[in-house]
T-cell receptor, first 109, second 116 residues
């Protein structure tokens, strides 16, 4: 089983739609969780950290479920500019950071 | 957010030559820097972790004699791909983490290496 698993997609959604991605992780001792966004041929950029209590930043909501070992990202009112690959990132012991393969989102006019 | 630069942004080299990639943290001191490699349609794969002033820690399967990492100062780490082969062609990205605060990593813009 991979340490961090994501559905690679692509998810094709119309503008204005709500879309959700999940990511599962295998190490129950994982400590920190993040969502990064990566545009084609560019470096990843931090989108948001994920906290146990859940957190929201504008149209983006991230949640963590430690019992089931998954994190989620919800995007409301999708914009064309949201088209990108969303990387799930998990930090475990010894500062080791593991990236998921990423989920590709394509928002369609 | 913090700024990390990488140089060069792209490089084409011949098989057998060596290529050096620089990663700099521009507005903060990076005690830890990470080097990743990303092949097309694949996730970032951590190659090594380097702490300023000490030897890098390489991930399993990464040849330390082929991928030389130097983290001589708190703002600069270098990755040298020695005796490059076409299969080394990839997108190399560094990231840096500061000495305090959260464990956020700030990524450089990446270096696209093509070995012919």
């Amino acid at each position: 089983r991979k340490e961090v698993e994501q559905d690679p997609g692509p998810f094709n959604v119309p503008e204005g739609a709500t879309v959700a991605f999940n990511c599962t992780y295998s190490n129950s001792a994982s400590q920190s969780f993040f969502w990064y966004r990566q545009d084609c041929r560019k470096e990843p950029k931090l989108l948001m950290s994920v906290y146990s209590s859940g957190n929201e930043d504008g149209r983006f909501t991230a949640q963590l479920n430690r019992a089931s070992q998954y994190i989620s990202l919800l995007i409301r009112d999708s914009k064309l500019s949201d088209s990108a690959t969303y990387l799930c990132v998990v930090r475990g012991g010894y500062q080791k950071v593991t990236f998921g393969i990423g989920t590709k989102l394509q928002v369609i006019p | 957010g913090a700024v990390v630069s990488q140089h060069p942004s792209w490089v084409i080299c011949k098989s057998g030559t060596s290529v050096k990639i620089e990663c700099r943290s521009l507005d903060f001191q990076a005690t830890t820097m990470f080097w990743y490699r990303q092949f097309p349609k694949q996730s970032l794969m951590l190659m090594a972790t380097s702490n300023e002033g000490s030897k890098a820690t390489y991930e399993q399967g990464v040849e330390k004699d082929k991928f030389l990492i130097n983290h001589a100062s708190l703002t600069l780490s270098t990755l040298t791909v020695t005796s490059a082969h076409p299969e080394d062609s990839s997108f190399y990205i560094c990231s840096a983490r500061g000495s305090r605060g959260t464990y956020e990593q700030y990524f450089g813009p990446g270096t696209r290496l093509t070995v012919t």
